[in-house]
């Protein structure tokens, strides 16, 4: 049989964000800030398929599947840091909420999903000075990536019936955690540096 689909996916995004830095001291040091997302994701499909009777296209209704995905993310973060001697601290804590309206459209149904969930999101770094040109460092720090629209999109894609694809909008943010030793040395000709670093993800977004 005879069949189109076209679809129309895309989002936009409005991100605000106010920080404060303030030195306390030659040794302590404070940032403060907050910052807010606006995300407007949709999809629209348009499926017909050729009437051979009447020889005209028709709108397929079965396989309607369209979504709007509404995304709000307010956080706030706080950070000190700490230069005594040779040694160095930076502590960091943000939260984040993320309120979510997702509306799906299709032939069975009709729904608007509302979710909400809050996440914090650590870092920490710590230095020595080994030496006038040597420096040892470690860090962690967690990193939250949120789906878009093209992992989101329930539009079903079966342009070639061998490889069908087609997003989940179920799906929830990705959370990164990341480890790293580092070992700096500068000398007038020569800089030598090395990292070693490891990486470990909840929830991982994949194929």
Same mark, same amino acid.
């Given at each position: 049989?005879?069949?189109?689909?076209?679809?129309?996916?895309?989002?936009?995004?409005?991100?605000?964000?106010?920080?404060?830095?303030?030195?306390?001291?030659?040794?302590?040091?404070?940032?403060?800030?907050?910052?807010?997302?606006?995300?407007?994701?949709?999809?629209?499909?348009?499926?017909?398929?050729?009437?051979?009777?009447?020889?005209?296209?028709?709108?397929?209704?079965?396989?309607?599947?369209?979504?709007?995905?509404?995304?709000?993310?307010?956080?706030?973060?706080?950070?000190?840091?700490?230069?005594?001697?040779?040694?160095?601290?930076?502590?960091?804590?943000?939260?984040?909420?993320?309120?979510?309206?997702?509306?799906?459209?299709? =032939?069975?149904?009709?729904?608007?999903? &509302?979710? *909400?969930?809050?996440? +914090?999101?650590?870092?920490?770094? %710590?230095?020595?000075? $080994?030496?006038?040109?040597?420096?040892?460092?470690?860090?962690?720090?967690?990193?939250?990536?949120?789906?878009?629209?093209?992992?989101?999109?329930?539009?079903?894609?079966?342009?070639?019936?061998?490889?069908?694809?087609?997003?989940?909008?179920?799906?929830? =943010?990705?959370?990164?955690?990341?480890? &790293?030793? *580092?070992?700096?040395? +500068?000398?007038?000709?020569?800089? %030598?540096?090395?990292? $070693?670093?490891?990486?470990?993800?909840?929830?991982?977004?994949?194929?």
């Amino acid at each position: 049989y005879r069949q189109k689909s076209i679809n129309n996916a895309g989002g936009k995004e409005h991100t605000g964000q106010v920080d404060y830095v303030n030195p306390l001291t030659s040794k302590h040091s404070l940032e403060v800030g907050l910052k807010y997302i606006f995300r407007d994701n949709s999809s629209r499909g348009d499926n017909t398929f050729l009437d051979v009777a009447n020889g005209q296209w028709k709108e397929d209704l079965t396989r309607k599947n369209d979504l709007d995905h509404e995304q709000r993310i307010a956080s706030g973060y706080a950070g000190y840091g700490l230069k005594a001697g040779k040694f160095g601290l930076k502590l960091g804590l943000r939260g984040e909420n993320t309120a979510q309206k997702i509306h799906f459209m299709s =032939a069975q149904t009709d729904t608007i999903v &509302n979710s *909400n969930f809050f996440d +914090f999101v650590p870092s920490a770094a %710590f230095s020595y000075q $080994l030496g006038m040109t040597k420096t040892l460092r470690w860090g962690y720090n967690m990193r939250i990536s949120r789906p878009g629209i093209w992992y989101l999109n329930p539009y079903i894609n079966n342009s070639d019936p061998n490889n069908i694809r087609y997003g989940n909008p179920n799906l929830d =943010a990705e959370q990164t955690h990341n480890f &790293n030793v *580092n070992y700096g040395s +500068f000398a007038q000709k020569v800089n %030598f540096n090395a990292t $070693l670093s490891y990486s470990l993800t909840n929830n991982a977004i994949t194929s």
